[in-house]
């Protein structure tokens, strides 16, 4: 997966270089390196104190997920969206869709009979049919839909913020990696510093040395702007509001061996959030079509009328009388909205079944990376490692002694500093490639642990 470097030809290559222009510079200044090499050791000290591995403020994985629970932007959003469910229920439970109307008249005569009539009626559609419990129907359904997709954006927030806990430590662990190198280079110098002034090594090799020095310092500052990044990403994240980006603080979880492809399919198809969200959208749009269709049935209208009539002298006639009216469902059947409502089912039909392709694809591929990398990793930490800081510590021994070139030393150096980026980049990896595993299957990390199932 990743390919070696091949550092002991770039460290030749760059030596042979440095050599020739140390060799052509210290013809000229012969006390170059005395005066230069006196304040190396402070510089680095001052590095290493600038640059230092405690750069934000400290908080455990259970302390981010309750600010991200508290602040994180996509979260609350998504809370924000689930009113609009509670507003859909609220749109639906009046007792009737309509509310009741009042017609009054007055007449007079205009010739010269005094004849006047006053009437007045009040009625009320009334639903018959059921509408209103579809309507209430509909929008629970609305509002359980809206609920599974805060669900999905909750699991993507909690996964978010075990993911950047995670990479924040191996950030860490990139910065210590890079004070150790510094350290070590430092140790180096010193050493080529005592073999030059005792007159067991060529002034080039002192520069050499101290031009080394120099890379590392400036690598350290490179990881460390890295590191704060990552933490500021975290920050940005979970809604932090301090000045100081926290600091991730713990050990990274142990892992468990994956289970077989069976198992994991059965355990995503049953968990997968966003598919619990799409089918539940599915259910949404299948009971507003429901709705839909009950609309156009008509409603009738029910009244109560009374009618004061006067002639003259004659006694005055009053008249009570009842009213129905049905509409007749002729032109308009409702067919925008039975229209648009079978659109929704179709289209989150077919996001159930793109996401059910998906989910199998998806759930194979970070199964075969988690297994990959975390076979790596394995041979990294047992193997590899071991073996390379083994060998540059007899060397550097070696070198001391003057058995060993510094050629050979910064050879080993920078193959066991290659080694242990490579080893951190395959832990990256694995860790993405779990996050995106475990959000597939559902497992949310534990609010007072901060682990995950």
């Known amino acids: 997966m990743y390919e070696m470097i091949p550092t002991g030809f770039k460290t030749q290559k760059r030596l042979f270089i440095g050599a020739i222009l140390a060799a052509f510079y210290l013809s000229a200044t012969p006390v170059y390196a005395q005066e230069s090499a006196r304040n190396e050791a402070q ?32 979260w609350q959003a998504a809370k924000m969206r689930v009113t609009r469910g509670d507003a859909a229920i609220a749109g639906a439970a009046p007792f009737q869709p309509y509310n009741p109307e009042v017609d009054g008249s007055l007449g007079l005569s205009l010739n010269e009979a005094e004849v006047s009539k006053f009437e007045i009626m009040l009625s009320q559609r009334v639903d018959i049919f059921g509408q209103r419990a579809r309507l209430i129907e509909a929008a629970r359904l609305k509002k359980k839909a809206l609920q599974a997709a805060e669900n999905r954006v909750a699991l993507q927030a909690t996964q978010r913020v075990r993911r950047d806990f995670e990479l924040g430590l ?38 050499i040395a101290q031009a080394e020095l120099a890379r590392a310092r400036q690598e350290l ?36 061996p994956l289970p077989d492809n069976a198992r994991l399919l059965e ?4 968990q997968d959030l966003e598919l619990v969200a799409l089918n539940l959208e599915l259910d949404a749009a299948r009971a507003e079509l429901a709705a839909a269709e009950r609309s156009a049935w008509p409603d009738p209208r029910f009244g109560i009328g ?4 006067t002639r003259g002298a004659m006694p005055a006639e009053n008249t009570l009388h009842f009213a129905i009216g049905v509409p007749i469902p002729l032109w308009n059947l409702n067919q925008g909205e039975v229209a648009e409502a079978h659109a929704k ?26 297994r990959g990398a975390h076979k790596q990793v394995e041979l990294f930490e047992e193997e590899v490692l071991p073996a390379l800081t083994a060998q540059l510590e007899m060397l550097q021994a070696g070198f001391e002694l003057g058995d060993i070139s510094m050629l050979d030393v910064m050879n080993a150096r920078d193959r066991l500093l290659a080694v242990q980026r490579q080893s951190l980049d395959v832990r990256e990896e694995y860790l993405l490639a779990d996050s995106q595993l475990r959000e597939l299957l559902g497992l949310t990390p534990n609010a007072n642990t901060g682990e995950t199932p």
């Open 43 to 74: 510089k680095t000290a001052e590095l290493l104190k600038e640059y230092t591995l405690e750069t934000g403020q400290p908080q455990s994985m259970a302390e981010l997920l309750a600010v991200a629970r508290a602040h994180s932007p996509d």
């Open 345 to 370: 089912i179709n289209i989150a039909r077919q996001a159930v079944e793109n996401r059910k392709r998906n989910l199998r694809n998806q759930l194979l591929k970070h199964a075969d990376r988690v």
């Open 267 to 270: 355990q995503a198809f049953a």
């Open 170 to 207: 191996i950030g860490r662990e990139r910065l210590r990696v890079e004070h150790e190198i510094l350290a070590f280079t430092q140790e180096l110098f010193d050493i080529a510093k005592r073999r030059y002034e005792a007159g067991e090594e060529p002034r080039a090799s002192l520069v």
């Open 221 to 256: 500052v490179a990881v460390w702007v890295d590191y704060r990044n990552a933490l500021h990403t975290l920050a940005e994240n979970i809604g932090w509001q301090g000045d100081t980006p926290p600091q991730p603080t713990g050990e990274l979880e142990a892992r468990e």
């Open 306 to 309: 009374y009618e004061r009539e």
